[in-house]
């Protein structure tokens, strides 16, 4: 009896058991990675964005449930069966069925569509804007770990997390690289150029247990490191030494790079770096590196042009400027919000004007002037400068003191001349400069002339005599002052003092010169500024202050656009546009950041200065996952989340959040931001120094190393390309810092138009700078860039394409800097090899790829050699001109044996596992 009651036991048992695995419920609908997909792939097109066909639209949860025109919701949470929605998809008559015109949604897709409205419709955010609060290492068991060691093949928390996804396709980590491929990547990836062989051999020699971190940790204290990242960044920041548009003007904008490259080797702290870059010049009292670091937003295109529409143009750069942060910061294509909502992501169309706001206020114009500049005086002028600071401290006005600082050094606030109107027998030259004819006249409208004391005009004129009355609400209004316009060599700023009065009133500017010829100009005029000036005294201290200050405002140092807001007084109100029109404007809006993403941080200002601040809040979701993930492609040739720009719900679902999410927290809360200490845990881990050699069996499971079960092999970038040949062959300049160089180009590649700007090629050391020194010209980069895929940074670039294309090959063979640089390296191997050819080869082929070469390539190089000799012993001019020497050197007798080799260095440095990464 006990035994059936045993047997009966454990058949109800197993029964239960098996009816717990038969009748198990299915998870959940997870709406983010399985529903949003679907409805972006099908749906949104015709419901979402800018289309809501039928009164439908499954952009946002509000809109998804709420009526339709039919007068009733398309979703029913919770019964799918009386849903229009599924109805719609699921019908036979091609007229109605949803997608109109399209194949039917297949029988899985709608099922997923009809269990997520049984369970109730739930809406979920997209993984990328939440953010979890701790995300736990994989670390499975071992006894290594027991004790706080690693396991064997695991270097950090990283390759847990690489090692757990490998399982999915039951790969493993390749061996590690041998001692001089990871040296080699460890040295481009860090500071951008090769080591030497005596660092190779060095290192190759160390037996120490940590000589790889002594490594990484002395790469990162270099001054070339700074010089790699920010050339990075540069394609980021659009960075360029014109203006762009057509005429495509110079601009100084180079202290940008300098307090760039200095950034990155300081490790200036990530949020720092952000806030300085966004709004530099609202921190209290801002240094001059933090204006500096506003450049960042005046790389801009500016089209001053003439008879350009300025303000057509400073929209511009304010869109851009918008739609850069959100690229740069956050990978959102925020620019999609400029006419309508987002068509796939959770941003609506109010949310782009609202955040313009925060950058409709900053002071630049589309101005020839390309101001505000911050200026930079030389030693002597800038302790004048301090002079003047001094004296007036002395008058007690602390608010005057930061006021002439910033005049001083900026010249702003200023009203520019094409703000005028209402002008009388005189134009508006090319839109931009004010020209009146004597008795005519102008309007500036609304200023404010509270406090304010005394009045300038830049401007330039030809003529002797001649002035200008300033006058209060009409032409025949109160005399607030004349100014005496003497003739100029050029433009010049000139002041006159202003009777004190209040409120704010549009000024009539009477222009008056008799002797001017009836259709003659008096003057030119740029811009206006009034400000409330030095305290008026008679003493000669006084006086020869002012007089200091006029002649220091006049003076023309060195300078660079930076970022400034406009006062109060001048504050610009920012209305919707609507379908993106900037000339059809709709409601005005406020400064205010998605509500999809993180809260406005506390007691922050509603300015820019509080915009960087949510930008690089610990609560913002994107932030810190952008700057690993663009970090991580830079190191592994593609980021843990594709495409670079986008973490939206269009962006190819990933495996790697987890490690993601890991490396982001850790960045913001153990790292301090330390954008050296995060790649320093990049390149220590063991999924980066894997060897890149292919395993057929591994390639066939994950062709695009997706999986990371191999290292890292890509073409390096445009200016590695060159930096590294100039350095192997001896001729990199380490010079740093300063304007940019103009190495060799052939003639005619500028077109230059409006001016007689054109290509000086740089002499000595300056022709072999490193490529992010080079000029760049925006409708006319530097040619053998472009060929590898550089930008010309008209616009922000987060990640370069790959191509493969002869013209790379003809550069490489042909481009002048190349040829010299094989014929420096020629002249290396000749002196290594003593005359033994096996010899100079072999050193040749070492110095570039950082090991001995094969047998097989020492036998391909010298028949390469021995062909080349029998040609130029043929003809020996063609030897002199390949060298590019004079025809005396022709009786030279080993001139056709330099050349030889020459072309055997040259073959070097085109081979393609010198040009790559591995």
């Known amino acids: 009896m006990k035994k059936k009651v045993v047997v009966v036991s454990l058949l109800l048992s197993a029964i239960v058991v098996v009816g717990l695995f038969t009748f198990k419920k299915e998870d959940p609908v997870d709406f983010s990675a399985e529903v949003k997909p679907i409805l972006n792939k099908h749906c949104i097109t015709c419901h979402g964005g800018v289309k809501k066909n039928g009164g439908f639209s499954l952009l946002f949860e509000n809109e998804a449930f709420a009526k339709a025109e039919s007068g009733k919701p398309a979703i029913i949470a919770g019964d799918a069966d009386h849903s229009e929605f599924i109805k719609r998809l699921t019908i036979d008559d091609p007229e109605l069925r949803m997608p109109y015109n399209a194949p039917r949604l297949s029988d899985d897709e709608i099922d997923i569509l009809k269990r997520w409205i049984n369970e109730g419709a739930k809406w979920g955010k997209h993984w990328a804007y939440t953010l979890p609060e701790k995300v736990e290492v994989p670390k499975p068991f071992s006894f290594a770990g027991l004790f706080g060691m690693n396991p064997s093949g695991i270097s950090n928390n990283i390759d847990y997390f690489v090692q757990d996804k490998m399982k999915e396709k039951d790969l493993s980590f390749s061996k590690e690289a041998d001692k001089e491929t990871l040296l080699r990547r460890l040295y481009l990836d860090v500071v951008g150029i090769p080591p030497s062989l005596t660092e190779l051999q060095s290192f190759v020699n160390d037996t120490r247990g940590n000589a790889y971190e002594l490594r990484v940790d002395s790469l990162l204290a270099s001054q070339q490191y700074g010089e790699k990242w920010a050339s990075w960044w540069l394609d980021l920041a659009r960075y360029a030494d014109t203006k762009g548009y057509e005429k495509d003007g110079s601009r100084q904008i180079w202290p940008y790079r300098d307090w760039l490259i200095k950034a990155f080797n300081k490790d200036m702290p990530f949020d720092e770096f952000t806030v300085q870059q966004l709004a530099g010049d609202l921190l209290p009292d801002p240094t001059k590196d933090q204006l500096i670091a506003t450049a960042f937003h005046r790389n801009t295109m500016n089209n001053d042009e003439g008879g350009t529409d300025s303000e057509e143009f400073r929209v511009a750069s304010v869109l851009d400027r918008v739609n850069t942060t959100y690229q740069v910061w956050l990978s959102t294509t925020f620019e999609c919000v400029q006419c309508h909502s987002h068509t796939y992501d959770p941003f609506k169309f109010e949310e782009y004007y609202k955040s313009v706001a925060f950058f ?353 092999r890509f073409r390096l970038s445009a200016e590695q390309i060159r930096d590294q040949t100039l350095a192997v062959s001896g001729l990199l300049s380490s010079k740093m810092y300063g304007p940019s160089v103009m190495p060799y180009q052939p003639d005619g590649v500028w077109m230059t138009v409006y001016s007689g700007e054109s290509w000086a090629t740089s002499t000595g050391e300056d022709q072999f700078r490193r490529g992010l020194y080079t000029f760049l010209k925006r409708t006319s980069p530097y040619p053998s860039f472009i060929s590898f895929d550089a930008s010309s940074r008209e616009v922000c670039l987060v990640d370069r394409i790959r191509t493969n294309t002869p013209l790379q090959a003809l550069t490489t063979l042909n481009d002048p800097v190349y040829l010299e640089a094989a014929k420096h390296l020629s002249t290396l191997m000749q002196k290594e090899g003593a005359g033994d050819s096996k010899k100079i080869i072999s050193y040749g082929y070492k110095k570039l790829m950082l090991k001995n070469p094969s047998a097989e390539k020492v036998v391909a190089l010298e028949k390469l050699y021995k062909e080349a000799l029998q040609n130029f012993n043929k003809k020996p001019a063609e030897a002199a001109k390949f060298m590019a020497v004079d025809a005396s050197d022709l009786k030279d007798p080993s001139l056709t044996s330099k050349a030889a080799y020459m072309v055997v260095a040259n073959a070097l440095l085109n081979l393609d596992e010198f040009l790559t990464k591995s």
């Open 360 to 712: 409709n206020n900053t002071r630049d114009e589309d101005t020839q002037g390309d101001h505000p500049r911050l200026r930079f005086y030389k030693a002597e002028d800038e302790s004048r400068v301090d002079s003047i600071k001094s004296w007036l401290t002395q008058k007690g006005n602390q608010k005057l003191i930061r006021s002439t600082d910033l005049f001083l050094h900026t010249l702003e606030p200023k009203i520019h001349a094409h703000y005028s109107d209402q002008v009388e027998n005189g134009a508006l030259y090319d839109t931009k400069w004010l020209g009146i004819r004597s008795g005519g006249s102008a309007r500036l409208k609304h200023i404010t002339l509270q406090g304010k004391k005394q009045f300038y005009i830049n401007y330039w004129t030809s003529l002797n005599g001649g002035a200008i009355e300033v006058r209060k609400g009409s032409k025949t209004g109160p005399l607030l002052t004349t100014v005496q316009l003497p003739s100029t060599s050029g433009r010049q700023v000139i002041q006159a003092d202003l009777k004190e009065d209040t409120g704010v009133h549009d000024l009539y500017l009477i222009f008056k010169n008799t002797t001017a010829a009836k259709d003659q100009p008096i003057c030119m005029i740029e811009w206006f500024a009034l400000r409330e000036g030095f305290p008026v005294s008679a003493d000669p201290e006084s006086q020869r202050m002012q007089n200091n200050f006029m002649q220091l405002i006049n003076a023309n140092p060195e300078s660079v656009p930076v970022m400034i807001e406009n006062p109060a007084e001048m504050h610009r109100k920012t209305h919707v546009f609507e379908r993106g029109n900037r000339l059809a404007l709709g409601k005005e809006v406020q400064p205010a950041v998605p509500e999809t993403l993180n809260p406005f941080p506390k007691g922050a200002p509603n300015n820019r200065l509080g915009f960087a601040k949510w930008i690089v809040s610990k609560d913002n979701p994107l932030t810190a996952r952008t700057l690993v993930n663009r970090i991580w492609a830079q190191l592994f040739g593609r980021g843990l989340v594709e495409p670079l720009g986008d973490m939206g719900t269009q962006s190819t679902p990933s495996m790697h959040i987890d490690l993601l999410d890991y490396l982001a927290l850790d960045l913001m809360q153990n790292k301090k931001w330390s954008m050296k200490a995060l790649i320093k845990d990049i390149v220590m881990s063991s999924t980066y120094k894997q060897s890149s050699s292919l395993n057929q069996g591994d390639v066939e499971k994950d062709p695009a190393n997706i999986f990371l079960a191999r290292g890292p």
